[in-house]
T-cell receptor, first 112, second 112 residues
Framework: DGGITQSPKYLFRKEGQNVTLSCEQN?????MYWYRQDPGQGLRLIYYSQIVNDFQKGDIAEGYSVSREKKESFPLTVTSAQKNPTAFYLC???????????FGDGTRLSIL | QQQVKQSPQSLIVQKGGISIINCAYENTAFDYFPWYQQFPGKGPALLIAIRPDVSEKKEGRFTISFNKSAKQFSLHIMDSQPGDSATYFCAARSGGYQKVTFGTGTKLQVIP
């Protein structure tokens, strides 16, 4: 089954804890993105990566980190420095520079 | 200048009616304008997209109208159905592997 797989669907974080959200794709798309969605604010870009071993900060990168060791995988770590991590996190991929972005089904992160 | 302004915030339409959602942008470097449909608990799904060299694009019941001089574009949903009830996001991108700037979303409810 092809597509973008985000896991887990729900995640809970304790104070002072780092958590990692998974995003895997088998579409062979070059670029991958992480967005954060909050009610009434649309989607905001956290990080993106055009190729393996390279990534750029988006508009709200503080308190987050990423890696891109494989083309298929782009995990996002929400660190304890992110003081307001409760949100719906969406991963997207893009096949080539003139194609649209396609989204996974998201991970909802909450604070315990 | 990077914003995309979307209205209305919510919309209730009778089954069979026309749903209209409007967006405006300021950045003239934007050259790709997708619309996404999102159901609760799911990621946004690409609905239809347009480039500024075209004034209108139609796919089934969905039509994008684009006014380059006014820097406005809109989504029309003809013969609206209860299954169309979702949140719709307009978006804009300025070429290549760039972030997509999203509007704040319109929650559409189609009532029988």
């Amino acid at each position: 089954d092809g597509g973008i797989t985000q896991s887990p669907k729900y995640l809970f974080r304790k104070e002072g804890q780092n958590v990692t959200l998974s995003c895997e794709q088998n579409l062979n798309h070059d670029a991958m993105y992480w967005y954060r969605q909050d009610p009434g604010q649309g989607l905001r870009l956290i990080y993106y990566s055009q190729i393996v071993n390279d990534f750029q900060k988006g508009d709200i990168a503080e308190g987050y980190s990423v890696s891109r060791e494989k083309k298929e995988s782009f995990p996002l770590t929400v660190t304890s420095a992110q003081k307001n991590p409760t949100a719906f996190y969406l991963c997207a991929t893009q096949e080539t520079s003139d194609q649209p972005q396609h989204f996974g089904d998201g991970t909802r992160l909450s604070i315990l | 200048q990077q914003q995309v302004k979307q209205s209305p915030q919510s919309l209730i339409v009778q089954k069979g009616g026309i749903s209209i959602i409007n967006c405006a942008y300021e950045n003239t470097a934007f050259d790709y304008f997708p619309w996404y449909q999102q159901f609760p608990g799911k990621g946004p799904a690409l609905l239809i997209a347009i480039r500024p060299d075209v004034s209108e694009k139609k796919e089934g019941r969905f039509t994008i109208s684009f006014n380059k001089s006014a820097k406005q574009f809109s989504l029309h949903i003809m013969d609206s159905q209860p299954g169309d009830s979702a949140t719709y996001f307009c978006a804009a991108r300025s070429g290549g592997y760039q972030k997509v700037t999203f509007g704040t979303g319109t929650k559409l409810q189609v009532i029988p």
